[in-house]
């Protein structure tokens, strides 16, 4: 800066410069800019390459899966049970084939204590690995986790974020929220009927809670259903029922079901459920007989009595019996040892000069082989013209 006002003041004064000089301040103020001009690039080589500085912040967010779905947090005695969906797709909507787990957070006050819009301060609670097969989407089914350090009077939220391979973390949902408090007493007396494809459950009415209080707040019940392989997930209702009844047809048949029912308390928009019922198993075996065979006709030929009837092509058909008797006298016979599968068959032991009747029935593929009752019997004398 000295110098700088030095030379100012010779030029305002009109003091001659020597050559030299001036020469000297050109080179010196070409160095200079080179210098600058230098610094301007490593810098920037700096800045590309990190130098132990953060990178820039508007390159792109590491890639990560889209939100849980269907989180739900439901209460029962001693625990919180979450449920949820893994997510399927990353956040750019491509598919997720990498998932590595899931995070889950909580926070927690008292019901004295409790804000609704207040800030929360949620803490890390669990890290659920992710053990389903690398490389392809995750399963469409639910996932759970029992947080079991509850206590009365409080009120939990939970949030949960799915991560991938590498550890990045996609958003998260809405939390959910328990108001955590004394579970209803289970429902007493469960029993189960069926009509047909129909299973009808009933039980007692609960009216008191788990610690020996009455109950006011008795919200319905929720009836859940599964297979031998499985746990209870979502209950089949998607509102508590408010009676002690519930209709339900299982989805297929020659299968074994089991049932529970809970009792629903509901504390603000929480749900609390009691222990499951005594389960009920079902053998759900299909025990309705198709439609008997139709247009049956006997024609004598010199090798036997050929029988013929129309066809059957309904859903879970399996094959015919044939049966005949001596008409007028005695119970029906079966002929065939096998199931037939074809409309036609020859009764290449009947007797010439005989009267026969004949009927033929229909079996289903169930693993009860339900037989239908006898289509129209047909009467024969067994004689060639």
Not at 125 to 154: C, H, I, N
Not at 253 to 274: C, G, H, K, P, W
Not at 297 to 313: D, F, R, Y
Not at 362 to 382: L, M, P, Q, R, W
């Amino acid at each position: 800066m000295e110098r700088m006002h030095t030379e100012a003041g010779a030029a305002r004064t009109g003091t001659a410069q020597r050559p030299g000089a001036i020469l000297a301040r050109v080179i010196t103020g070409g160095m200079a800019a080179r210098a600058v001009l230098f610094c301007c690039l490593a810098c920037g080589l700096c800045a590309a390459s990190g130098c132990g500085r953060k990178g820039d912040p508007f390159l792109g967010v590491p890639l990560g899966p889209s939100k849980v779905r269907q989180l739900t947090a439901v209460g029962r005695p001693a625990e919180i049970v979450l449920s949820w969906q893994a997510p399927r797709d990353n956040t750019d909507d491509s598919d997720l084939l990498d998932l590595g787990g899931f995070r889950i957070y909580r926070a927690q006050s008292s019901f004295a204590d409790y804000c609704r819009s207040c800030p929360r301060r949620y803490e890390l609670l669990f890290d659920y690995e992710y053990r389903g097969p690398s490389g392809q989407k995750p399963e469409r089914r639910m996932y759970q986790y029992r947080d079991s350090a509850v206590a009365p009077g409080t009120v939990y939220e939970y949030r949960l974020q799915a991560y991938n391979a590498a550890g990045a973390a996609g958003p998260a949902p809405e939390p959910v929220a328990v108001h955590y408090d004394a579970a209803p007493r289970p429902p007493q007396d469960v029993a189960l009927e069926r009509s047909g494809r129909l299973i009808v459950l009933g039980w007692q009415k609960v009216s008191g809670l788990a610690d020996g209080r009455a109950a006011e707040d008795i919200a319905g019940y929720n009836v859940y259903r599964r297979l031998d392989t499985e746990e209870y997930a979502a209950p089949l209702n998607a509102a508590p029922v408010a009676e002690p009844r519930f209709e339900d047809i299982p989805p297929a048949y020659d299968t074994v079901y089991y049932y529970s029912v809970r009792a629903v308390r509901r504390i603000e928009q929480s749900v609390l459920e009691s222990d499951g019922a005594p389960e009920i198993r079902l053998a759900y075996l299909d025990m309705t007989p198709p439609e008997p065979p139709r247009f049956l006709t006997a024609i004598a030929q010199p090798e036997g009595v050929l029988l013929k009837w129309m066809a059957k092509s309904e859903k879970g058909f399996a094959g015919y019996h044939v049966y005949r008797r001596t008409a007028g006298a005695g119970q029906f016979k079966r002929l065939n040892a096998g199931l037939l599968t074809e409309n036609s068959w020859v009764d290449t032991t009947a007797v010439r000069r005989q009267r026969y009747e004949y009927a033929v029935s229909a079996v289903d593929d169930s693993k009860s082989a339900n037989e239908s009752a006898f289509g129209e019997t047909v009467y024969i004398h067994y004689v060639l013209d």
